[in-house]
């Protein structure tokens, strides 16, 4: 059977993917199915047993329980032992006799040779003697257990976890229970997304993971901690995090915690295709210096082309929004759609000096090229019927963007530390976009057609500044934390827009513009915070604190027509001008109660919130003054059932002051056949969150759980009021509603079987999404409710780290309702089967298949509904594998496509608009590294 014979797609689509599929796709399904069924004749076993302290037979809970071949001590599977001490190891392996250890710290590991004569296998009670001498490096130099727990972290040793030599931390990391990583790099463990990756507890280049784990080898790390993220306040104080994201802090060996280490990329392709990067990393314990540079025109951030899967992670899930911005090391830099040429340069530094001083600062440029050709077809929703909009446009950008920032952390004694971290950001840009749009009724009879050519140079800095001074009391808990915030924005920009609109009909008319506007915005985000925890009794606090914000904003927008008189923009035009000033400030006195155990985090905190907000316009003369006064609540609670299984939940309350724009009462008419307009008298946003999950790993079944719900409802929304008239030209303003309502979530299941150096890895999951939002069309209030549900299945095999198969499946089901009775609902699926394999045989060569089939129903007629989406690439390791020549196919059937449907409250969209296609890069990699304790130890390789 095909495996894309599963999608829901039409008989010719269906039979062309037939023909080009088959054969590759059934010979890799009987090559994954022989060797994965060659692996069922291995023998299951189980081990049950009991972990005690020898001299008071107290249970010991979280003792790792693991065994390991004879010959080369590879793991073949490990157990954590519950609050009873109990535990069962289960297992596959064709071995008859194994080695079985106990690791438990503080205490002297046991060991043993185990024999695999029984699929059941009962020990005696394993009794643990403590080891008074012994300290923790002690045992690691010892017996080192594939993974330990210490309260709320997990510890991995990486040498427990077989990977191919050249592998890379993130190659490392996708092989630890409860971990996935996606063809993005991004990160979750049981679920819970990763949001920070730490080397030897410090950042490593910048808040960019993806540095850290594609470039730091296997053969320098010691080991893989998780836990619960922290702010530099809570670690420092001791109080629990707040957070369900995950941090994930990379420990290197310490007689390699020394060296310097590198690549450089250099590759050329059909079609004028180009990719060079390099980066270079020196570090010296405490200390590093990192530096790296790139320039492409392959849609990609350019600093992981050491992967031979590069430019398959990257192909087909870059990130975009409609202003042109994109994102890069975790900031977002300018750009734009379509196809772009990058060029990115850094530095970082990190360094702990001896009184406890800590310096870490980095710097970014990116500069992006754009260009991207896009074509619209729009249904417009209507009470008393749709009309349809079809447009295309063309957009051109440069952008330049620098960032520098920095930490220092000062600990002037172990109860007083001062923390401050500054970024400044300076962008500057040019872009040109051209658009014409027509718009028809339901008998495709032309309503009005227009054309715009819009130019713009633009200039923004961005300062801010955070101070946190945190004073410890005692040993109890108690603490002062004080902490300012500055955000101080500056935007100037210079647009020329020219304009031609046609009216049709029984009045035809026809209106052009020829305008330049001049506007410069200036924002400054102040705020304070107050905190002292008062310790009431063991695990018990009261937290006391006062928080004020002040946001001041002044939007200055001067609209000059062109007069033919003396050739110059120098006609004001008052009517679209505008000079906006917005204040916004809040007050928050509050009380909090927190407890605060191994096992259970609760904490209430409430307090009032006292509101003003305050727009004047100058040149209108217009102003507004709102005051409110909401009640604020935070919540948490984390709750740990027994090891590896929890649960969590969240509620909380926020406000949400309108943007300048949303409230500045002239007309924008960029585009001649939308008009927006600010709304002066706009209330505040308050919302309702709640958030809870439950999470539970299975160590005896190496199986995962992770089950989520999110809900929120926001009164006083801001919304878009639209009135279309009957030349079918909108103009929009905006407005505040109550009752909308929010909600997701989703399950997952995940599984790891192994049977020596084979594995297989399954996951399916189950997203689904609600959303009732009330809107406008023509003056008419309605309701539009959204679902979605997402099943999804991923499976990894690997067979001895020579072969590796990746087949996916997610389908993804939408349907909106509307309350009007002339509005027809809309249902819509998506689905997305890939396969990936990879092949590191013979040694020295990376083969590399990456397929990928998309289909989507209900496309409007001369869009593209599905495509085969297929890359390939061959490497072969050179000069002692210290390089790599790359060749790379990339959408090898030239079928990729950028078409999107988009359903709103009030339309209903297809677009399609320039992306990437097929080519082919050959490429040289080359890498250095040299790690050691000392002169005399270093290492090349």
Same mark, same amino acid.
């Given at each position: 059977?095909?495996?894309?014979?599963?999608?829901?797609?039409?008989?010719?689509?269906?039979?062309? %993917?037939?023909?080009?599929?088959?054969?590759?796709?059934?010979?890799?399904?009987?090559?994954?199915? +022989?060797?994965? !069924? +060659?692996?069922?004749? /291995?023998?299951?076993?189980?081990?049950?047993? =009991?972990?005690?302290?020898?001299?008071?037979?107290?249970?010991?809970?979280?003792?790792?329980?693991?065994?390991?071949?004879?010959?080369?001590?590879?793991?073949?599977?490990?157990? *954590?032992?519950?609050?009873?001490?109990?535990?069962?190891? /289960?297992?596959?392996?064709?071995?008859?006799?194994?080695?079985?250890?106990?690791?438990?710290?503080?205490?002297?590991?046991?060991?043993?040779?185990?024999?695999?004569?029984?699929?059941?296998?009962?020990?005696?009670?394993?009794?643990?003697?403590?080891?008074?001498?012994?300290?923790?490096?002690?045992q690691i130099t010892a017996i080192r257990a594939p993974i330990?727990?210490?309260?709320?972290?997990?510890?991995?040793?990486?040498?427990?976890?077989?990977?191919?030599?050249?592998?890379?931390?993130?190659?490392?990391?996708?092989?630890?229970?409860?971990?996935?990583?996606?063809?993005?790099?991004?990160?979750?463990?049981?679920?819970?997304?990763?949001?920070?990756?730490?080397?030897?507890? =410090?950042?490593?280049? $910048?808040?960019?993971?993806?540095? /850290?784990?594609?470039?730091?080898?296997?053969?320098?790390?010691?080991?893989?901690?998780?836990?619960?993220?922290?702010?530099?306040?809570?670690?420092?104080?001791? =109080?629990?995090?707040?957070?369900?994201?995950?941090?994930?802090?990379?420990?290197?060996?310490?007689?390699?915690?020394?060296?310097?280490?590198?690549?450089?990329?250099?590759?050329?392709?059909?079609?004028?295709?180009?990719?060079?990067?390099?980066?270079?990393?020196?570090?010296?314990?405490?200390?590093?210096?990192?530096?790296?540079? $790139?320039?492409?025109?392959?849609?990609?951030? $350019?600093?992981?082309?050491?992967? *031979?899967?590069?430019?398959?992670?990257?192909?087909?899930?870059?990130?975009?929004?409609?202003?042109?911005?994109?994102?890069?090391?975790?900031?977002?830099?300018?750009?734009?759609?379509?196809?772009?040429?990058?060029?990115?340069?850094?530095?970082?530094?990190?360094?702990?000096?001896?009184? &406890?001083?800590?310096?870490?600062?980095?710097?970014?440029?990116?500069?992006?090229?754009?260009?991207?050709?896009?074509?619209?077809?729009?249904?417009?929703?209507?009470?008393?019927?749709?009309?349809?909009?079809?447009?295309?446009?063309? @957009?051109?950008?440069?952008?330049?963007?620098?960032?520098?920032?920095?930490?220092?952390?000062?600990?002037?004694?172990?109860?007083?530390?001062? *923390?401050?971290?500054?970024?400044?950001?300076?962008?500057?840009?040019?872009?040109?976009?051209?658009?014409?749009?027509?718009?028809?009724?339901?008998?495709?009879?032309?309503?009005?057609?227009?054309?715009?050519?819009?130019?713009?140079?633009?200039?923004?800095?961005?300062?801010?500044?955070?101070?946190?001074?945190?004073?410890?009391?005692?040993? &109890?808990?108690?603490?002062?934390?004080?902490?300012?915030?500055?955000? @101080?924005?500056?935007?100037?920009?210079?647009?020329?827009? #020219?304009?031609?609109?046609?009216? @049709?009909?029984?009045?035809?008319?026809?209106?052009?513009?020829?305008? %330049?506007?001049?506007?410069?915005?200036?924002? #400054?985000?102040?705020?304070?915070?107050?905190?002292?925890?008062?310790?009431?009794?063991?695990?018990?606090?009261?937290?006391?604190?006062?928080?004020?914000?002040?946001?001041?904003?002044?939007?200055?927008?001067?609209?000059?027509?062109?007069?033919?008189?003396?050739?110059?923009?120098?006609?004001?035009?008052?009517?679209?001008?505008?000079?906006?000033?917005?204040?916004?400030?809040?007050?928050?006195?509050?009380?909090?109660?927190?407890?605060?155990?191994?096992?259970?985090?609760?904490?209430?905190?409430?307090?009032?919130?006292?509101?003003?907000?305050?727009?004047?316009?100058? *040149?209108?003369?217009?102003?507004?003054?709102?005051?409110?006064?909401?009640?604020?609540?935070?919540?948490?609670?984390?709750?740990?059932?027994?090891?590896?299984?929890?649960?969590?939940?969240?509620?909380?309350?926020?406000?949400?002051?309108?943007? /300048?724009?949303?409230?500045?009462?002239?007309?924008?008419?960029?585009?001649?056949?939308?008009?927006?307009?600010?709304?002066?008298?706009?209330?505040?946003?308050?919302?309702?969150?709640?958030?809870?999950?439950?999470?539970?790993?299975?160590?005896?079944?190496?199986?995962?759980?992770?089950?989520?719900?999110?809900?929120? %409802?926001?009164?006083?929304?801001?919304?878009?009021?639209?009135?279309?008239?009957?030349?079918?030209?909108?103009?929009?303003?905006?407005?505040?509603?109550?009752?909308?309502?929010?909600? +997701?979530?989703?399950?997952?299941?995940?599984?790891?079987?192994?049977?020596?150096?084979?594995?297989?890895?399954?996951?399916? $999951?189950?997203?689904?999404?609600?959303?009732?939002?009330?809107?406008?069309?023509?003056?008419?209030?309605?309701?539009?409710?959204? #679902?979605?549900?997402?099943?999804?299945?991923?499976?990894?095999?690997?067979?001895?780290?020579?072969?590796?198969?990746?087949?996916?499946?997610?389908?993804?089901?939408?349907?909106?309702?509307?309350?009007?009775?002339?509005?027809?609902?809309?249902?819509?699926?998506?689905?997305?089967?890939?396969?990936? !394999?990879?092949?590191?045989?013979?040694?020295?060569?990376?083969?590399?298949?990456?397929?990928?089939?998309?289909?989507?129903?209900?496309?409007?007629?001369?869009?593209?509904?599905?495509?085969?989406?297929?890359?390939m690439s061959l490497g072969v390791k050179i000069l002692k594998?210290?390089?790599?020549?790359?060749?790379?196919?990339?959408?090898?059937?030239?079928?990729?496509?950028?078409?999107?449907?988009?359903?709103?409250?009030?339309?209903?969209?297809?677009?399609?608009?320039?992306?990437?296609?097929?080519?082919?890069?050959?490429?040289?990699?080359?890498?250095?590294?040299?790690?050691?304790? #000392?002169?005399?130890?270093?290492?090349?390789?």
């Amino acid at each position: 059977m095909n495996i894309f014979s599963v999608c829901l797609c039409d008989e010719t689509d269906h039979q062309q %993917l037939k023909t080009k599929m088959n054969k590759p796709l059934i010979t890799l399904l009987i090559l994954f199915i +022989s060797v994965f !069924t +060659s692996s069922l004749f /291995a023998q299951e076993f189980e081990v049950k047993g =009991k972990i005690v302290d020898k001299i008071d037979k107290t249970p010991l809970e979280s003792a790792t329980v693991y065994v390991q071949t004879l010959k080369d001590s590879t793991l073949i599977t490990y157990t *954590i032992s519950d609050k009873d001490g109990g535990f069962e190891l /289960a297992g596959r392996t064709k071995l008859k006799e194994v080695n079985l250890f106990v690791t438990f710290n503080g205490f002297k590991s046991y060991q043993q040779k185990l024999k695999i004569d029984k699929s059941v296998i009962t020990m005696p009670t394993i009794e643990m003697e403590l080891a008074t001498d012994e300290l923790d490096a002690v045992q690691i130099t010892a017996i080192r257990a594939p993974i330990t727990v210490k309260k709320d972290t997990l510890e991995f040793n990486a040498d427990s976890f077989k990977a191919r030599p050249d592998a890379t931390v993130e190659d490392l990391i996708k092989k630890l229970p409860g971990v996935e990583v996606d063809s993005d790099g991004k990160i979750k463990v049981n679920g819970k997304e990763v949001n920070k990756i730490l080397v030897n507890g =410090k950042p490593f280049f $910048g808040n960019d993971p993806n540095i /850290a784990t594609k470039n730091l080898t296997k053969e320098i790390v010691d080991k893989i901690q998780v836990t619960t993220t922290k702010s530099e306040s809570e670690e420092f104080t001791g =109080k629990k995090g707040t957070s369900e994201a995950q941090t994930i802090n990379i420990e290197l060996k310490e007689d390699q915690n020394k060296g310097f280490f590198g690549r450089a990329t250099v590759s050329g392709g059909t079609d004028d295709r180009y990719a060079m990067s390099g980066i270079g990393n020196y570090f010296n314990d405490k200390q590093r210096v990192s530096v790296l540079a $790139g320039r492409n025109n392959i849609n990609t951030s $350019g600093f992981s082309f050491d992967e *031979i899967y590069d430019m398959m992670g990257n192909a087909g899930s870059v990130s975009w929004n409609g202003n042109g911005a994109f994102s890069i090391n975790g900031q977002n830099f300018g750009g734009g759609q379509g196809i772009r040429t990058s060029t990115n340069a850094g530095a970082s530094f990190v360094d702990e000096y001896e009184n &406890k001083t800590e310096i870490l600062a980095d710097y970014f440029y990116s500069g992006v090229d754009s260009e991207n050709d896009s074509r619209v077809e729009r249904e417009n929703i209507l009470p008393d019927g749709n009309f349809f909009t079809n447009s295309s446009s063309r @957009f051109l950008s440069t952008n330049q963007n620098h960032r520098a920032s920095a930490e220092l952390q000062f600990e002037i004694d172990s109860t007083f530390k001062i *923390i401050v971290a500054p970024n400044f950001q300076f962008t500057e840009g040019e872009s040109f976009s051209s658009r014409n749009e027509e718009s028809l009724d339901e008998d495709d009879t032309l309503l009005n057609r227009g054309n715009s050519q819009n130019s713009t140079d633009s200039e923004r800095r961005n300062f801010t500044s955070d101070i946190s001074i945190i004073k410890k009391f005692g040993s &109890k808990g108690a603490y002062l934390r004080i902490g300012t915030n500055g955000n @101080f924005i500056n935007n100037t920009s210079e647009n020329f827009l #020219n304009t031609t609109n046609e009216i @049709f009909g029984a009045t035809p008319s026809s209106t052009s513009r020829d305008q %330049l506007t001049d506007t410069e915005s200036r924002q #400054n985000n102040i705020s304070t915070d107050i905190e002292y925890r008062i310790p009431v009794k063991e695990k018990l606090f009261i937290d006391l604190g006062y928080r004020f914000t002040n946001r001041r904003e002044r939007n200055d927008r001067r609209v000059f027509d062109f007069d033919n008189t003396t050739n110059q923009y120098d006609d004001f035009n008052e009517t679209l001008s505008s000079d906006l000033k917005v204040n916004f400030r809040t007050h928050l006195p509050s009380i909090g109660v927190n407890y605060e155990t191994e096992k259970l985090y609760l904490g209430v905190t409430t307090g009032l919130l006292l509101s003003e907000l305050k727009n004047e316009e100058f *040149i209108q003369n217009t102003s507004v003054k709102s005051n409110f006064s909401d009640v604020n609540i935070n919540s948490y609670m984390r709750y740990r059932i027994k090891q590896g299984m929890s649960v969590y939940f969240n509620y909380n309350t926020r406000t949400q002051a309108p943007q /300048a724009q949303q409230l500045q009462p002239v007309a924008n008419v960029s585009n001649p056949l939308n008009i927006t307009v600010g709304n002066p008298n706009l209330n505040r946003e308050f919302v309702h969150d709640v958030y809870a999950n439950f999470n539970n790993y299975d160590f005896k079944s190496k199986s995962g759980f992770f089950f989520w719900l999110s809900a929120g %409802l926001t009164n006083d929304k801001i919304v878009p009021l639209s009135v279309t008239d009957e030349n079918r030209i909108r103009t929009t303003t905006y407005t505040n509603v109550d009752g909308i309502i929010r909600g +997701s979530g989703g399950v997952s299941y995940s599984k790891t079987i192994k049977r020596d150096s084979t594995s297989l890895r399954f996951r399916v $999951g189950l997203y689904s999404n609600y959303n009732k939002e009330f809107n406008f069309t023509n003056g008419v209030k309605f309701s539009t409710k959204r #679902n979605a549900i997402t099943p999804s299945v991923r499976m990894t095999y690997n067979y001895r780290e020579l072969l590796e198969i990746e087949p996916r499946y997610s389908v993804s089901f939408s349907n909106t309702r509307y309350s009007l009775d002339n509005l027809n609902n809309e249902t819509f699926q998506s689905h997305n089967v890939g396969l990936k !394999t990879t092949t590191f045989w013979p040694k020295n060569i990376v083969f590399g298949n990456d397929l990928r089939y998309t289909y989507r129903t209900n496309v409007a007629p001369g869009f593209e509904r599905s495509s085969l989406f297929w890359n390939m690439s061959l490497g072969v390791k050179i000069l002692k594998e210290k390089g790599t020549i790359k060749l790379t196919a990339y959408d090898l059937l030239d079928q990729n496509i950028n078409t999107r449907r988009t359903v709103t409250a009030d339309y209903i969209q297809d677009s399609q608009s320039t992306v990437l296609q097929r080519y082919f890069m050959l490429g040289f990699t080359y890498k250095i590294s040299k790690v050691g304790g #000392n002169k005399n130890r270093f290492q090349t390789f």
